[in-house]
């Protein structure tokens, strides 16, 4: 094992798929020699060259418009969008175009391209640096979503959408970068769709994805301490989730609260509930209950965002909501 920072574990799969694959190229504003606005890309211009780090004007719509074309004529573009808020700018090739290309032409070619984006608070960067957008891009046939919560399932996943036909969108929570983990020496690959148990409990599951995760587990133990066992289910992929996983967890604990950073309202957390509420019904004791942000833009101030945040008393307040 390695100790690794996520965004080091991010660059690394990067560095190790260039190495595997030529048709691997990286697009995005300021990627080559600043390494993009959080270092992730840090090094790979120095290692590959400018034929396949390329730096692009600030034009979200025709990075990603470019990269459909290049993965369309054979090759596998990484994009990197600065922020997912600025995925809005370039809806129209990532939805009517990467999703759909595939279906159109009756799949004489397939679409495999990546576009990495960072989500989420944390850096107090207001409403149009810090929401959390997945759910949109879950919606769309054709697309996949994923979203690590670990350095080790961010090099694995990043891996798997390189190695993909599809078009994968890699949702980065920007507050992980900095975090140090353990990754192994040889880090392997992780199946797109297929969730984890990060923590074994009896009592209750708590279903969640990305820094939320890290929430959970201060949930858990704070519940801990009331002699309550959370069981903490990462899905990691939102667009396919791994719905089984969510069914053998709750098959053992009865109770279900969802949790992520994202706004409540029509959220990833809303379809789970809603599928496990048809298919898992007679495994509940209790109403599955959500916890998300509230439905408002969110706030530069730091304790303003802090509050804005998901945290761990909600979590353990809806803990004991299905528990009662």
């Known amino acids: 094992m390695a100790e690794m920072r996520f965004m080091q574990a991010i660059n690394r799969a990067l560095s190790d798929a260039m190495e595997a694959d030529a048709d ?9 020699a600043p390494g993009g606005p959080f270092g992730v890309t840090r090094g790979l211009l120095d290692r ?24 369309l004529s054979g090759l596998k573009p990484v994009v990197e969008i600065m922020f997912m808020d600025f995925m809005t700018v370039a809806m129209d090739a990532v939805v009517n175009q990467a999703a759909k290309a595939h279906f159109m032409f009756g799949s004489q070619r ?6 990495r984006t960072p989500h989420g608070g944390g850096l107090n960067a ?20 994923v979203c690590p919560s670990t ?11 390189i190695e993909d036909p599809n078009p994968v969108v890699f949702v980065e929570n920007k507050s992980l970068y900095p975090i140090k983990e353990d990754v192994p020496d040889e880090p392997s690959h992780v199946a797109i769709g297929t969730a984890t148990i ?10 969640t994805y990305g820094a939320a995760r890290k929430t959970a587990a201060d949930a858990a133990d704070m519940l801990a301490d009331d002699g309550v066992s959370a069981e903490i289910l990462d899905l990691r992929g939102i667009q396919p989730w791994d719905e089984a996983a969510v069914l053998v967890s709750l098959a053992k604990t009865h109770r279900l609260v969802v949790l992520h950073e994202a706004v409540e309202a029509f959220g990833a957390g809303a379809e789970v509930a809603a599928r496990i509420a048809d298919i898992g019904f007679d495994e509940l004791d209790a109403p599955i209950v959500r916890v998300g942000a509230p439905f408002m833009p969110s706030p530069f101030g730091r304790g303003l965002e802090a509050e804005y945040i ?3 008393g909600r979590v353990v307040a809806a803990a004991r909501r299905v528990l009662e």
Request: net charge negative; proline share 7%.
């Open 151 to 161: 350095a080790a399932d961010a090099y694995g996943l990043l891996r798997s959408a």
């Open 24 to 32: 691997v190229v990286l697009l995005g504003e300021d990627i080559a």
């Open 310 to 312: 998901p945290n761990a």
């Open 48 to 71: 590959f060259g400018e034929s396949r780090v390329r730096d692009t004007p600030i034009s979200e719509a025709t990075i990603v418009g470019a990269s459909v074309g290049a993965a």
């Open 110 to 115: 397939p679409v495999p391209m990546v576009i």
């Open 126 to 145: 207001g409403p149009q640096h810090s929401q959390c957008l997945e759910a949109w891009f879950a919606h769309v046939p054709g697309l996949k979503v």
């Open 198 to 207: 990060a923590r074994e409990g009896d009592d209750l599951t708590i279903v």
